[in-house]
Each structure stands twice: as C-alpha cells, then as structure tokens.
Nanobody, 123 residues
C-alpha cells in the first residue's frame, strides 16, 4: 500500500552530521506517523524517532535526543532525520517506517518498512 524509499546513508566520521530522507508513495493517508528505526549487526531493530501528522508531536529515543531531529514535508510525502554529532554507536542500517498510530511503542505498530539505508561511522 505504502512504499518507502530511504536515501542519504553514507560513511562519516564521529562528530559529523548527515541527513537521511524517506520518500513515501502509494496509499498514504494524511493522518499518519512516520518513524525511523535502526539495526546494527547482531542487534535488534530499535526505535530512533517518530513524527506525527499533528504539528509539534515528535518522539525520540533517549540515545539520540538532543542530537537527532526528525521532520517532515507533507507536500513531498517525505520524512527526514537530521543526525548531528554522530557517534560510532549510531552506525546501523536506518529504516523508514509508516504507521497510523502515535506514539510508537514497538516495531509491531509499523505498517510498512523501507529497504533501509546504511550509515557507517568511524571514530
């Protein structure tokens, strides 16, 4: 129903900044929530950030709060993740996610996933 395509993942140094993008297409309902999850090798997929259709409703994992910023451009059906002060532990495949509920409690709330974009961080 909803297709998600991530972009922007790259290899960066610790302390650098980068921005991930996710473009949604298909049957995208206006009152949706978009989120970013990440998965490092050998680890479970974990929640990073989410943003609701209602203005000023964002959700962050404690590990990224104050460093990452999630935003969206509804005219472009695109969600972004601005990553500042990147740490080695941020290295993972980042997945865009679509849901109709907010806040996000677990991966079980996700209706559609993107294919992921790799973020590599060297120290």
């Amino acid at each position: 129903q909803v297709q998600l395509v991530e972009s922007g993942g790259e290899s960066v140094q610790a302390g650098d900044s980068l921005r991930l993008s996710c473009a949604a297409s298909g049957r995208v309902f206006s009152r949706n929530a978009m989120a970013w999850f990440r998965q490092a090798p050998g680890k479970e997929r974990e929640f990073v950030a989410a943003i609701n259709w209602k203005p000023n409703e964002e959700q962050y994992a404690d590990s990224v709060k104050g460093r990452f910023t999630i935003s969206r451009d509804n005219a472009k059906n695109t969600v972004y993740l601005q990553m500042n002060s990147v740490k080695p532990e941020d290295m993972a495949v980042y997945y865009c996610a679509y849901t109709l509920s907010f806040p996000i409690r677990s991966t079980r709330a996700i209706l559609n996933w993107g294919q992921g974009t790799q973020v590599t961080v060297s120290s």
